[in-house]
């Protein structure tokens, strides 16, 4: 059974910034990964995903803030969180999904659920 461990969440005051880790394993290239987060009493959403190819999408929330990365060497996706605000806190998840390029993946694309991780921005 493949695994996704996540790892790098915290607790941050609004401006600072964090990085996300999720590694595959066994290591694995999958077409497509992305992160996700869930915020207490909201649905879960998609943020970021990343293509094998290098391409990325970003939900408009994050945009100019946030990037998504791979280092290919490590089978490990990042996540680096720039410029924080309270509204970022939230459970984060990485997954393998089904990917359209250019855009976020729903929920339901997701194939493989990786653990989560807590973020906690603070004004």
């Known amino acids: 059974q493949p695994q996704l461990v996540v790892s790098g969440g915290g607790s941050v005051q609004a401006g600072g910034s964090l990085r996300l880790s999720c590694t595959t394993s066994?290591?694995?290239?999958?077409?497509?990964m992305a992160w996700f987060r869930q915020a207490a009493g909201k649905e879960r959403e998609g943020v970021a995903s990343?293509?094998?190819?290098?391409?990325?999408a970003y939900a408009d929330v994050v945009k100019g803030r946030f990037t998504i990365s791979k280092d290919r060497e490590k089978d490990t996706l990042y996540l680096k969180m720039n410029s924080l605000k309270p509204e970022d806190t939230a459970m984060y998840y990485c997954?393998?999904?089904?990917?359209?390029?250019?855009?976020?993946?729903?929920?339901?694309?997701?194939?493989?659920w990786g653990q989560g991780t807590q973020v906690t921005v603070s004004s």
């Open positions: 066994p290591s694995y290239n999958y077409g497509c």
């Open positions: 997954a393998v999904t089904a990917c359209t390029r250019g855009v976020v993946p729903q929920v339901s694309s997701i194939i493989i």
């Open positions: 990343r293509i094998t190819d290098g391409t990325s």
